[in-house]
């Protein structure tokens, strides 16, 4: 894992566009231990606060935020932060029914919207930008999707008019199903970036961090 330095340039401002944003921090976190991974720490601050703060620092207009198991926990953390919060019934449907739930709860009339997951600690401001600016300049396409030495990489941009396409397909279409099924529709971000690839789904990727970038990332102390 390298981390790039993409992430050193200044942050962009999403000038004449709304773009919203939509937090997935709905799941069991399971392979981290049944850990909430929003709330692991890196700084002594969640996650997902520096991911509000790379969202703000980076002009987006909207920010909801969709919760699940660990709402209890989660909620308290967002008081202070200008979000909404919408809470999955179901989480246990996986990861498809909170991104569902978060595109049919967010504004509808943003230029587009930014889908990201809760656990990338190396996502900041200026990697946000770089996908404002990609859906900017695209030649074609609805959706920026990002790629790093040929593999997917998150967070990805939802143009308006995708959303909508998505919306009308049926309850179960998703982010992921209408890219591969649309494909025309999906413009691709070729960078080296790898802050698009970092995420931590285990106790063995927090040892990773470390071991690879000296970034120190802890479990939260949680109320019993």
Do not use: W
């Not at 909801?64 to 989480?91: M, Q, S, W």
């Not at 591969?180 to 990727?205: C, K, R, W, Y």
Request: aromatic share 4%; with cysteine.
């Amino acid at each position: 894992m390298k981390s790039s330095n993409q992430g050193d340039k200044p942050a962009s401002k999403a000038i004449g566009l709304n773009i919203g944003a939509i937090i997935l921090a709905a799941g069991e976190g399971v392979r981290m231990g049944s850990i909430p991974k929003a709330l692991i720490q890196m700084e002594g601050i969640p996650l997902i606060e520096h991911m509000l703060r790379a969202l703000s620092e980076a002009a987006v207009a909207e920010i909801l935020v969709v919760t699940g198991y660990y709402h209890a926990f989660i909620e308290p953390v967002l008081k202070d932060h200008p979000v909404r919060i919408v809470c999955n019934p179901n989480p246990a449907l996986g990861q498809p029914s909170s991104v569902r739930l978060g595109l049919e709860a967010i504004n509808q009339d943003l230029d587009g919207v930014i889908m990201l997951l809760c656990d990338q600690p190396l996502i900041n401001a200026a990697d946000i930008a770089q996908l404002i600016e990609a859906f900017m300049n695209r030649g074609s396409g609805e959706i920026i999707l990002p790629m790093v030495d040929g593999k997917r990489g998150n967070p990805v941009l939802i143009g308006r008019n995708a959303l909508k396409q998505i919306l009308a397909s049926g309850p179960e279409m998703v982010c992921r199903n209408f890219m591969d099924q649309h494909p025309e529709m999906v413009s691709l971000l070729e960078t080296s970036n790898a802050h698009f690839l970092g995420d931590v789904d285990s106790i063995a990727d927090l040892q990773k961090f470390r071991q690879e970038l000296g970034m120190v990332l802890t479990l939260p102390n949680l109320p019993n």
